[in-house]
């Protein structure tokens, strides 16, 4: 610090982080802090000048100092200094007790660093503001408590309406969808939906993760015997286990040729032969399968027998793709961001770019994928925030854009959605161009935005606008 002041309050002035310059009634500066000189730039000794000579010299552009001396009152002013930086000035009179003023102190802070950390805060703030609301608003569908699903895709909505009723008959249900749409989260509703959730149990029998040598004594069981290493006791199938309840053979197209034709007499005779067994056992199960192969085209082929086919394909339910239903990824994000927050006692929010990326990209593993990439990121997070840095990097690729041109809103409108920071983040551009190119300065620019000139200049920043290139752009 400079200026001819005790020590105790050197060191104390020196403490702030914001600059502090104080002058005497007359204008001179009498003294000043460290962070003064850092935040300014000046590269000189200002103590003992008169703040006007700093304008002459253009080493600050306006002054709080000289309009608090002639106005007596409190003055913020924006003013730029040699440094490049642009800060907040406040000017503060300080009185004897007659009234007279003995000098002014004015407080310096640096915008740029304020509004990044007052931008940050803000937009935290409001986003978890806007996620809980959204989510203690958002009705989403859910049975019995245990199973939620989160969607606002038309046809997504359509299936659910459609599951009372389809839970409720005992028709078999095939579901068609690629891996981690859902097609097992559906399942298991039907089954809620059902009074088979009262009597029975939901069993899921993964076709595609059983060895084709065993899965005939799994799905069915086996007498005491049947085979070598065979329990003495014989044990009871999955099938058994789904009696009065429902089974839900997921990856039907990888069940063999051979126990096709089993599984069409299950149904059709409702009753199961244990292998190695000779009495046929009767069984109360409802049938749901689900495939992400075309069972149609395996049919022609011949590695799906026909009439199983059709006779699993009751009800068919068609689950369309996550990049399909672009709509669901902010919802289902959100939903699965308050799922791990919960579980790992986190508090987190997506910053926009991330959630732009996330909605770019094309989710070939689907809602499982999403789900797996959310957990991943509340866990490794280190901060509040979640950035597009943290994605991992297929995800970042499929957005490069941060701010997108208006031609690019335009066509996203089409779609329908359009990520809210990037609709934001357009207009702004596009209103701030468009002030700044019909005002003369930026005062009355600001003032035809209705916002102060540090806003203004903090958005401009931001934004990447200058003058020239907001009147190049509106030519
Ligand atoms: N709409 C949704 N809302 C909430 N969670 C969902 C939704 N859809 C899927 N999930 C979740 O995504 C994960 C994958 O879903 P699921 O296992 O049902 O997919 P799948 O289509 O059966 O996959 P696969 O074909 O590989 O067996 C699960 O954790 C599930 O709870």
Redesign the pocket.
């Known amino acids: 610090m400079s200026g001819n002041m005790g020590i105790t309050f050197r060191v104390m002035i020196n403490s702030i982080s914001d600059g502090i310059y104080i002058c005497n009634s007359q204008g001179y500066c009498i003294a000043h802090n460290d962070a003064f000189l850092r935040i300014t730039g000046i590269p000189i000794d200002v103590v003992g000048r008169h703040v006007k000579t700093l304008i002459d010299d253009n080493l600050i552009s306006d002054s709080a100092t000289l309009e608090v001396i002639r106005s007596g009152q409190r003055v913020s002013k924006v003013i730029s200094y040699p440094s490049g930086c642009e800060a907040l000035v406040t000017g503060n009179p300080s009185f004897d007790e007659e009234g007279n003023l003995i000098n002014v102190v004015c407080e310096v802070r640096d915008l740029s660093e304020l509004s990044t950390l007052k931008d940050e805060l803000k937009y935290s703030n409001q986003l978890n503001k806007q996620y809980r609301e959204i989510l203690k608003n958002y009705d989403p569908t859910s049975v019995n408590s245990s199973q939620?699903?989160?969607?606002r895709d038309p046809k997504?909505r359509s299936i659910l309406d459609e599951l009372p009723r389809i839970g409720d008959s005992d028709a078999t249900v095939l579901i068609h969808?690629?891996?981690?749409?859902?097609?097992?989260?559906?399942a298991s509703l039907l089954h809620e939906h059902s009074n088979r959730s009262i009597k029975g149990k939901f069993i899921k029998v993964?076709c595609s993760a059983i060895p084709s040598s065993l899965i005939e004594s799994e799905l069915f069981g086996y007498e005491g015997g049947a085979f070598t290493g065979a329990r003495r006791e014989g044990k009871a199938g999955l099938l058994d286990k789904a009696n009065h309840g429902t089974a839900f053979l997921?990856?039907i197209g990888e069940l063999p040729l051979f126990l096709q034709v089993k599984l069409l007499s299950v149904l059709q005779d409702h009753k199961i032969l244990r292998v190695g067994g000779n009495t046929p056992l009767s069984m109360d199960i409802r049938f749901v399968c689900?495939t992400?192969r075309d069972l149609e085209k395996m049919v022609d082929e011949g590695t799906f027998r026909k009439d199983l086919f059709y006779r699993l394909n009751v009800i068919p339910v068609v689950?369309p793709p996550l990049r399909e239903r672009k709509e669901?990824i902010f919802m289902?994000t959100l939903?699965f961001l308050d799922k791990f927050c919960q579980k790992y006692h986190r508090s987190l929010s997506f910053v926009p770019e991330a959630m732009d990326s996330l909605y770019e990209y094309s989710w070939p593993g689907?809602?499982?994928e999403l789900?797996n990439v959310v957990e991943r990121l509340v866990v490794l997070s280190q901060t509040g925030l979640i950035e597009k840095a943290d994605l991992p990097e297929k995800i970042r690729r499929a957005n490069q854009a941060v701010v997108l041109p208006e031609i690019d809103l335009i066509r996203r409108k089409e779609r329908k959605i359009i990520p809210l920071k990037a609709a934001v983040a357009a207009t702004e551009r596009q209103s701030i161009e468009r002030a700044l190119q019909q005002n003369i300065n930026l005062g009355s620019a600001a003032q035809a935005l209705s916002i102060d000139i540090s806003t203004l200049l903090r958005k401009c920043k931001k934004l990447g606008i200058t003058r020239a290139a907001a009147s190049a752009e509106m030519r």
């Not at 939620?148 to 969607?151: C, P, V």
């Not at 969808?177 to 559906?186: F, H, P, Q, R």
């Open positions: 939620k699903i989160t969607t997504m969808g690629e891996s981690g749409v859902g097609k097992g989260l559906i993964d997921d990856e689900a992400n689950i669901d289902l939903s689907n809602v499982r789900e």
